[in-house]
């Protein structure tokens, strides 16, 4: 295993991160909960091998995570760096009760790494400046937390903006091949002293399956997940990438990349961004997302449509892309069907691109279950 340093919070931590979000569950609906005869053994793999980071959060896995993440730490404590989060921002009795239940849940006296949950620069200047950083000071000062961080999102000016308060002394947040945005204000992070930790690097699950198209970029990387794993850690900026590991198998292949102390070669990298850059260019002969279209009389959801679209005819990603269509989970607006043809998109597209035409196109092959 690699280890990389954590900014100054004075960890070294393995440059392979634990995510706790996706770990295996059983039952359904709300009665779900993580199955701990493949969860714990997954984890207690991980630690043999020295990945010595992990984060979880309240919410995740139907609000079990922590609890199996407490159980499988037994015995590891002393050699694993723990990070959660707390998502409250407003209610100060509710912000602690959320810390104490974490510290019960995860049946630890302090916790490593405390981010604020989903911050951006709004949250930052409106509750966390003026009122949330007080309780967190606070909980530091307590002996509950050790240090003082968040989960980001945000574009790249606010991101730099973030680094520059000194507030925060790592940042957890969204990287991988097909979303880049972040990549400078990765570089100023990193430059600043912080620790720089990426969720997402399979793209949430996007990169997790096959595609023709990116397969053929590296020689002797035949695997999309493994490719983007490697991808993420061949960013110096970066400290850790945080893989939602499910499956044992998971956990094996990503502890060999991991292990690799030269993850993608100076010629890899420039082979992978000449590729991304053309592809890039291909999906912006489409549709750039500008969201100039919007909004539709209809509701339906132009950009977040094409970009499914773009994603498996341009990358080759039809397996994600259409369950992400047919799921039509955590999505505003309507789907392309939903089209009633007024043609007010058209109008609007700085492109001119067939609108109606490509609605229709993505939705007949998005649909589709073969």
Same mark, same amino acid.
């Given at each position: ?35 701990? $005869? ?35 730490? $037994? ?64 909980? $530091? ?19 730099? /903006? ?29 430059? /600043? ?28 990387? /035949? ?110 607006? /309507? ?36």
């Amino acid at each position: 295993m690699i280890y990389r340093k954590l900014g100054r919070t004075g960890y070294e931590v393995s440059q392979l991160g634990f995510g706790a979000m996706r770990l295996p569950m059983v039952g359904e609906g709300e009665g779900a909960r993580v199955d701990r $005869k493949l969860a714990i053994p997954m984890l207690h793999r991980a630690f043999e091998a020295g990945v010595t980071y992990v984060d979880t959060a309240v919410g995740y896995c139907n609000q079990d995570s922590q609890r199996v993440v407490g159980e499988a730490l $037994k015995g590891w404590r002393d050699r694993v760096v723990l990070s959660t989060k707390n998502h409250e921002y407003e209610d100060e009795t509710k912000w602690w009760q959320n810390l104490e239940d974490s510290l019960e849940r995860l049946q630890v006296d302090v916790i490593d790494i405390y981010n604020h949950h989903g911050i951006n620069w709004e949250r930052y200047t409106q509750h966390v400046e003026p009122r949330v950083s007080r309780w967190m000071q606070r909980a $530091k000062d307590q002996g509950l937390i050790r240090h003082i961080c968040a989960s980001f999102h945000d574009n790249n000016e606010n991101l730099k /903006k973030l680094v520059d308060t000194g507030y925060i002394e790592s940042v957890t947040l969204q990287y991988n091949m097909l979303d880049r945005q972040l990549e400078e204000g990765i570089a100023h992070a990193h430059e /600043k002293g912080m620790g720089v930790v990426v969720m997402g690097p399979v793209a949430g699950g996007r990169l997790g399956t096959s595609s023709a198209v990116l397969e053929e970029l590296i020689p002797g990387v /035949k695997q999309v997940p493994e490719l983007a794993l490697r991808f993420v850690l061949s960013n110096p900026n970066v400290t850790v990438a945080l893989s939602g590991m499910s499956t044992m198998q998971m956990v094996e292949e990503n502890i060999v990349t991991a292990s690799d102390a030269v993850v993608l070669s100076e010629a890899d990298k420039a082979a992978i961004d000449e590729q991304l850059a053309r592809l890039s260019a291909m999906a912006d002969l489409y549709c750039t997302g500008c969201g100039y279209c919007m909004p539709c009389p209809n509701e339906v959801n132009i950009p977040h449509i094409f970009q499914k679209y773009n994603e498996a005819r341009v990358y080759g990603l039809w397996e994600p892309a259409r369950k992400s269509y047919q799921e039509w989970r955590w999505v505003s607006g /309507k789907q392309a069907d939903v089209c009633i043809e007024c043609g007010e998109c058209e109008e609007k597209c700085p492109q001119h691109i067939p609108i109606r035409q490509q609605l229709a196109e993505a939705h007949e092959a998005l649909s589709r279950k073969d």
